[in-house]
């Protein structure tokens, strides 16, 4: 079965830092893999998702992926948060005839003004 | 307004009474799934529907039933809830092709 890491559970930051949150998950084959935000209080939100072609996937709100195939990884970049940053950050993968989904535990950014 | 909804939003219960949390989505979405997501856990995948009467198993099905038998909804049932199924539950839907998922605001359920 496919399993997704998230490193950084608890990321501290103050504003205009850059940020990078990493994403790395086990599967062999084909995969389609996506960022979500949730914040406070709201439901899951897409930022980002990569299915093919440049390896480097612009979302909104500024915020950047990089799909390195051969580390199995998909990190989150924002070369400077702003407060409103401040969110739960879940990285997804779909596997299997892209029906199957599995989730990382998820990273909570906390940034101070 | 193209939306996910979830009914109930809050519910408490007691052991063994069954319940149903509805979602509805108004965007013809064929695919519809279901998550509960715990505080160190994520979001883990209950059961998924790729269209009308296609349901399979996510990664922690035990305790719930699915059916979908219209598009539009795909209802969660819980035969005989117990207190580990206490979590904020959310469903969402994607188009055939996409996978990009539309999630519903989520259920809170807590079971005693």
């Known amino acids: 079965a496919q399993s997704v890491s998230q490193h950084n559970h608890h990321v501290i930051l103050s504003e205009a830092a850059s940020l990078e949150l990493g994403c790395n998950y086990s599967?062999?084959?084909?995969?389609?893999l996506f960022w979500y935000v949730q914040y406070p209080g709201q439901h899951l939100q897409l930022l980002l998702k990569y299915f093919s072609g440049d390896p480097l996937v612009k979302g909104i709100k500024g915020f950047e992926a990089e799909f390195i195939k051969s580390k199995f990884s998909f990190n989150l970049r924002k070369p400077s948060v702003q407060w409103s940053d401040t969110a739960e950050y879940f990285c997804?993968?779909?596997?299997?005839?892209?029906?199957?989904?599995?989730f990382g535990i998820g990273t909570k950014l906390q940034v101070i003004p | 307004e193209a939306q996910v909804t979830q009914n109930p939003r809050y519910l408490i219960t007691v052991t063994g009474k069954k319940l149903t949390v509805t979602c509805s989505q108004n965007m013809n979405h064929e695919y519809m799934s279901w998550y509960r997501q715990d505080p160190g856990l994520g979001l883990r995948q209950i059961y998924y529907?790729?269209?009308?009467?296609?349901?399979d198993k996510g990664d922690v099905p035990e305790g719930y039933k699915v059916s979908r038998k219209e598009k539009r909804n795909f209802p969660l049932i819980l035969e005989s809830p117990s207190p580990n199924q206490t979590s904020l539950y959310f469903c969402?839907?994607?188009?055939?092709?996409?996978?990009?998922?539309?999630f519903g605001p989520g259920t809170r359920l807590t079971v005693l």
């Open positions: 997804a993968v779909h596997t299997g005839g892209y029906q199957k989904v599995t």
């Open positions: 599967y062999g084959g084909t995969v389609n």
């Open positions: 529907s790729m269209n009308v009467e296609v349901t």
């Open positions: 969402a839907s994607s188009p055939t092709g996409s996978n990009e998922q539309f």
